[in-house]
């Protein structure tokens, strides 16, 4: 569904990610994972099209996404911010509409097919409850929920989520990671994104992205790679890891690692930190 081949992208002279491909194959959920900072963001941001790469390709569907149109693009790949706003008056109806636009031509109004797209999609994210409501009135899990709709409703056949569950408490957090696997598994939709949490990683996805400071560092399977010494490489912090009665394996945390430990000790020797 999308391949990218040796990305170079920067912000201005700043050079983010260096040489970066990988492939994401049709149907599968792929999480990037990495430090902050390391240009995970980014990648999606490249991937939507929204920053445009200095060097490289993205293929979508074997096409080199620089020719397509962008309104071609929004009909098949959607793309949920880490960041969403609102008009305080909007509804979660009049939310999840903006989602047929890449359909629509400048003068069409809303009709049957499209409320009938709105209704599937407040279906399968279980929010049929909000549709009359004000999105300031939700919760975070709530509105995380709307917004996922309102990408739904563009029908797409691949969803980016930029850390989507960002701010949630772990109650919300599960019910969007479900939603995700839910969507992926009934709707085929094709997932890419970009994740904090490990244990969610491991648990959700396919496949694993691993990068730093720009750099591809591994990619595979989560048991395959998600190892305690690549992790100690990649964040600087010890984890154990175990497997739970479900066969899936959770990591924990144990701390920060010596050698980061020591690295710390000596920059703040150098710059005169007591």
Known sequence: ????????????????????????????????IGPNGSGKSTILKTISRFLRQKNGVVYLEKED??????????????TLSQYNRTPDDITVEDLI??????????????????????DWAMTHTAIDEFKDKRVIELSG???Q????????????KILLLDEPTTYLDVCHQLEVMELVKSLNKELKITVIMVLHDLSQAAKYSDKVVVIKEGDLIAEGSPANILTEELIREVYNVEVFI?????????IHPIGICKDCEMRCH?????????
């Open 1 to 32: 569904m999308i391949e990218a081949k040796n990305l170079c992208i920067a912000y201005d002279s700043k050079v983010i990610v260096k040489d970066f491909s990988f492939e994401v194959n049709k149907g599968s959920i792929v999480s990037i």
């Open 65 to 78: 996404m620089s020719t397509l149109n962008i309104k071609k693009v929004a009909q098949k790949m959607s």
């Open 242 to 250: 175990k497997k739970d009665m479900t066969g899936e394996f959770i």
């Open 145 to 156: 929920r709307v917004w996922i709709a309102m990408a739904l409703a563009q029908k797409p």
């Open 141 to 143: 899990g709530e509105k």
């Open 266 to 274: 000596l920059n703040e020797q150098n710059i005169g930190v007591s």
């Open 97 to 118: 509409y903006f989602g047929r636009m890449p359909h629509k031509k400048w003068y069409e109004r809303k009709n049957n097919e499209d409320k009938n797209i709105i």
